[in-house]
């Protein structure tokens, strides 16, 4: 895609904005370029218990990526955040790795997506 | 907790070759009843007929060429569709029954067997002058022919040499399909995605911007209405029955799991990209497709309204985009906004347009869902007055009218909404 590049800023500004609705106070963001893809990590705190919000979060993030659609929906992502426009971010990209401390209230996710 | 992996299609509860399958059966179908509705000879020059004639709005194929072609004409463009999406390996999600059920309405008047492929064909250019697979932008290409009436416009609707009239309508379609792509992305974000109809804005746009360049040319047409009536006492059951067998094939298929995916489905508030296909499997997806087509004829049938080519184009969108964003929760303050607005303006809830405006102006169904029953009503009220008043600018030749004025109203709307109620510190 020609957009690559604000694609990955959109990926970025969506889950910022999810994480600062849940009350973070602590979002950090990654982003390696490669010749594979861009890799975007992004470590975050949320405020009380959010198990429900996450594991959805979790759901939307595995969505298969989805070429045919990403024409016609990645200027939506990282614009009015509902909380469902995580799916952007899933169909989005190829890989993704949640790993969620509960006890320490922090959530680390890896995501990948490959260039064409 | 630690989950990593793509969730895989071949945990879904119907698999792609049903979902496919599903698509194929309602093309055939349609083409089945449409043989059913005339002879054969009278079916091939009724569709004769459809392909001659200009298709700008509103252009009722039931009355051109009769009820049997309306439904070949139909069929036939929904199977072709669908085979263009199996022939590029696409996954059969939300969005691809929203495409495929909309050029299936759209089928019944102003989308042909002829004039829907310039626009395609042009998208298809576009790809190529990029350098990027077609695949990208087949959404764009089906969505976008609503401009299909531009090519049959000036092929037949003028009176040149037959081989200027061929240049020129070739060149409208591909050259609007062409621009079509950069655009549809763009305007995306003029209305953050609560029309669900996009391309019908952006296609609004470009429509207007043609239609200008005619008019300055001395190119005018008149404005029209084909519309017919007298079908109630068969197509109000065969669209009854038609919502409620997908409701009752859904909860089958899904069994137990159906009515907690469809409560989740319901708390969505649609606005896009909500593929309810993938977010919420097939099964849950065709009982709110089933329920919410169901809400749309009940609708008709309480207004007095006429079940023909528009209308029955009207509830096939519903239907299709109900695997995309609509639900009855959010299209029937929508649907009540424009009630309301028969009680205050000068208009009856049966004429033409409005019936159309209603059941098309559901585009907005995401503003009552995410917004409340208060702002829905109040989207259903303003469309019904803009989109009476937007058609003149591209006189027709967007098929989606509604989508057009849908988009102004919404980003008119929402970002009002959002500024008084945003409560929070960011």
């Not at chain 2, 005619?214 to 007298?230: L, M, Q």
């Not at chain 2, 309204?305 to 239907?319: E, Q, R, W």
Request: hydrophobic share 50%; glycine share 12%.
């Amino acid at each position: 895609m020609r957009h690559e590049r604000f694609v990955v800023s959109r990926i970025v500004s969506e889950l910022m904005n999810f994480f600062f609705s849940m009350g973070a106070g602590d979002f950090r963001a990654r982003v390696s370029r490669s010749d594979e893809g861009h890799e975007i990590v992004i470590e975050s705190d949320y405020a009380g218990s959010q198990g429900s919000r996450l594991r959805e979060m979790t759901r939307l993030l595995r969505m298969p990526r989805a070429r045919e659609m990403e024409q016609y929906s990645w200027s939506l992502s990282g614009d009015i955040s509902t909380g469902q426009e995580i799916y952007l971010v899933g169909i989005l990209t190829d890989t993704v790795s949640v790993d969620h401390d509960e006890q320490a209230g922090r959530v680390r996710i890896t995501l990948f997506r490959k260039w064409d | 907790m630690k989950a990593s992996g793509k969730i895989g299609f071949e945990k879904a509860l119907v698999g792609e070759a049903g979902k496919k399958a599903f698509l194929f059966s309602f093309g055939t179908a349609l083409c089945l009843f449409g043989l059913t509705r005339d002879s054969f000879p009278g079916i091939l020059s009724g569709l004769w007929r459809i392909l001659v004639e200009p298709d700008y709005l509103i252009s009722d194929y039931m009355d051109v060429g009769g009820m049997g072609a309306a439904f070949v004409n139909s069929g036939l463009l929904t199977v072709l569709f669908t085979s263009i999406l199996v022939f590029l390996r696409v996954h059969i999600r939300g969005i691809s029954i929203a495409a495929v059920f909309t050029v299936a309405g759209f089928s019944f008047f102003g989308k042909n067997l002829l004039n829907v492929w310039f626009i395609v064909a042009g998208v298809w250019l576009y790809a190529r002058s990029r350098k990027e697979p077609f695949l990208k932008f087949i959404y764009i290409a089906f969505f976008g022919t609503a401009l299909a009436p531009l090519v049959s416009q000036l092929m037949f609707g003028f009176h040149f040499p037959p081989f200027l009239r061929f240049f020129l309508g070739a060149s409208a379609g591909l050259s609007a399909g062409f621009i079509l792509p950069p655009l549809a992305a763009a305007f995306l974000s003029v209305h953050h995605g609560f029309n669900l109809y996009n391309v019908g804005f952006t296609a609004g746009m470009v429509g207007t911007l043609y239609v200008s360049v005619f008019r300055s040319h001395g190119f005018i047409t008149a404005s029209r209405v084909i519309w017919s009536t007298g079908h109630n006492g068969l197509l109000f059951p065969l669209c009854t029955a038609f919502f409620l067998l997908l409701a009752a094939a859904g909860f089958l298929l899904g069994g137990g799991k159906t009515p907690d995916s469809l409560r989740s489905l319901w708390k969505h508030p649609g606005r896009l990209i909500a593929d309810f296909v993938d977010l919420y499997d097939f099964p849950a997806t065709l009982v709110n497709m089933g329920l919410t087509g169901l809400v749309a004829v009940a609708y008709l049938r309480l207004i007095g309204g006429d079940f023909n080519g528009p209308t029955l184009g009207g509830l096939l969108t519903v239907a299709g985009f109900s695997a995309m964003g609509k639900t009855p929760r959010n299209i029937i303050p929508v649907l009540l906004g424009v009630v309301l607005g028969s009680v205050t303006k000068n208009w009856s809830l049966t004429d033409p347009p409005i019936q159309l405006a209603a059941l098309f102006g559901t585009t907005l169904a995401p503003i009552a869902g995410e917004f409340g029953w208060i702002a829905g009503l109040l989207a259903g009220y303003i469309h019904s007055s803009v989109v009476l008043n937007v058609g003149v600018l591209h006189a027709g030749f967007n098929l989606y009218n509604n989508g057009f004025a849908g988009g102004m109203v919404a980003a008119i709307l929402v970002p009002l909404i959002e500024a008084f109620r945003r409560r929070d510190k960011g």
